[in-house]
């Protein structure tokens, strides 16, 4: 159903707030990092409209799973939008509640991907020159559900140790197939992973030396799953170097297991 979802998302790299524009709308959408707990019957999803004119958006929540490296979606009914479809007058704010309909996972990290469609105003000009549904601009987000005693984020309702926190289990190795080497990583964890600032290096620091993958967002990597992603010419020159990343924006950089 949802083929062409990776070439018509935004994918998103910060961990609050984030803004988007488009057609003369500012969109400011947060938090984007989005989880719902065992002992939380939902989230809530704030969407600010910065702009001049009305947004109308449509909200799906998808099931989402990772084979072969690569995403796939689906449609599901644990977790509902509520409502489904918004309209934000200019200067105004609206919550979108994300419902769970279904019990807390048994064991492990459910994910799914937040679907946020910009649909045309239906007004005469938009409708005359509309032969059907036009999407105007889509963001995706992700979204994640927990057992009980696993946690990934902070709470402000709930203090906790930091190093209590469930943390993925990341190894890495270079592949080739048709002349194209890949990063390999593979987490064998019962979380997720959300790579960012990865690059090869003998110590932890980003400098001159280090051969980087991705300064920003390199993807993500869900329990029990592995994912490639291309290198460039530029990076071939990694022999004996570790892989470093960060799991979170602001977070310490550590090192993947070879």
Known sequence: MMKLIKKLSLLISLLCVSAFGHAGNILLVWPILQVIEADQQGSALWLENRGTTEVHLQARILSWQQRNSQDHYADQSDIVASPPFVVIPPKQKQLIRLIRTAPAPAAGENA????????????????????????????????????????????????RASTTATVPSLTWQVTTRQGQRYLTIRNSGIVHARLTQVFFATKPILDNSAVVVNKGLLGYVLAGQSMDFPLTPSSAAIAGDH????????????????
């Not at 963001?139 to 990934?152: A, H, K, S």
């Not at 892989?243 to 070879?258: C, F, H, M, Q, R």
């Open 112 to 159: 799914y991907r937040i679907i946020l469609d910009q649909l045309p105003e239906s007004n005469g000009e938009s409708a005359k020159d509309s032969a059907g549904l036009h999407l105007q601009m889509r963001y995706v987000l992700p979204l994640f559900t927990y057992p009980q005693g696993i946690w990934t984020k902070p709470r402000a309702d709930k203090p």
């Open 243 to 258: 892989l470093y990343a960060k799991l979170d924006d602001n977070g310490p950089i550590i090192t993947v297991s070879e």
